[in-house]
């Protein structure tokens, strides 16, 4: 790592005292250096983390934020009180290893065009395979759906180091996120209205539409915990997924594309919608239908959003993107890893 490059790790954190002890330790052990400054920003929490952090993590920066703005604001609030070349957004719940920070460092300083990396991200709790928020390393395919090497829907692999070689990704996991500070600012950051998920694909394919480069570093290992916030099957989270692709779709699909693609995306949601209701997950359900009647309130802001991002998209095409349907590979050719897929990118 280079003698000036300064680096933040920004934690931030809603109610998230029970987790501390847990896990700030292991960053605070491995992230030594003096152009390395660790930082919570507390976004509002009714725990008492800000006092725990005082009383029994004392080396560490806290940003009180006093109230709640969500993942994506909360980063963006956070952010702009830090001054650092390169950012490393880091969830609370979230365990790194030795050595997790200089190969991502080192691929910043040898390729400018590099906005965002992300490390190998394993399960906490089963350290063997990789972990469903991000794996290694994070895709989408034609209708704007997320997957990873190592995770396809809910399929999650073993690392058997079949992910081992650094390789260009279309998305980075908020998990673990290295962040070229200066890009990060250059397309405005997270979008808030996002609140949470989705927040880092949209921004991911905000940058590569302006010519930067998402990596994936294998040599840097982060253990995640997942669900700490909201579980994976949580009816908020399947709301805020359902209505987040659909922001992220109308705000970066390329004109070319855009109608095809978001009519049949709007099928498939429906679809979704009727076999949460087939299989009685009446939750599910009305949360897909909540997700598509938020979308349609936000239209005329998103309808803005787009005009100006699409002024400055530089690049409409991207070899990252799955040209296929990853529903259809899952579902009826039961194509359940990565490597089954005939995905060259």
Request: net charge positive; with cysteine; aromatic share 14%.
């Amino acid at each position: 790592m280079s003698n000036t490059s300064k680096v933040a790790i920004v934690i931030l954190n809603w109610n998230g005292e029970k987790l501390f002890p847990d896990f700030l330790p292991s960053v605070i052990e491995n992230s030594t250096g003096k152009n390395i400054e660790i930082i919570v920003a507390d976004n509002g929490s009714t725990d008492q983390s800000i006092s725990c952090l005082q009383k029994s993590f004392p080396s560490i920066k806290i940003i009180d934020l006093k109230e709640n703005y969500g993942f994506a604001e909360g980063y963006n609030q956070a952010l702009k009180q830090v001054d650092a070349d390169y950012f490393v957004l880091l969830n609370s719940d979230v365990k790194v290893s030795s050595n997790w920070i200089e190969p991502c460092i080192s691929q910043f300083e040898n390729n400018e065009k590099i906005a965002a990396i992300q490390p190998k991200i394993l399960s906490y709790n089963n350290p063997d395979s990789f972990e469903y928020a991000g794996a290694a390393g994070g895709f989408i395919d034609i209708f704007g759906y997320p997957f990873c090497r190592g995770r396809i829907l809910n399929q999650i692999e073993k690392d058997d180091n079949q992910y081992n070689k650094p390789s260009q990704i279309f998305w980075a996991s908020g998990a673990c996120m290295f962040m070229r500070a200066e890009a990060f600012k250059n397309v405005g950051g997270l979008d808030g209205d996002f609140w949470a998920h989705m927040e880092e694909i949209d921004l991911c394919w905000r940058l590569k539409n302006n010519g930067y480069i998402i990596n994936y570093e294998p040599k840097s290992v982060v253990y995640h915990l997942g669900g700490g916030t909201l579980s994976y099957d949580s009816p908020k989270k399947v709301y805020l997924n359902f209505r987040n692709n659909l922001f992220m779709l109308v705000k970066n699909l390329p004109k070319e594309q855009f109608k095809s693609i978001f009519i049949t995306r709007l099928i498939l949601d429906g679809v979704a919608a009727i076999k949460f209701l087939a299989g009685l997950n009446f939750n599910n359900f009305w949360a897909v239908v909540k997700a598509h009647i938020s979308f349609y309130k936000n239209i005329s802001t998103l309808r803005k959003k787009r005009k100006e991002i699409q002024k400055l998209n530089n690049i409409k095409t991207h070899t990252e993107i799955y040209t296929k349907s990853i529903m259809w590979k899952f579902f009826i050719q039961k194509k359940r890893k990565f490597s089954d897929l005939d995905f060259i990118n």
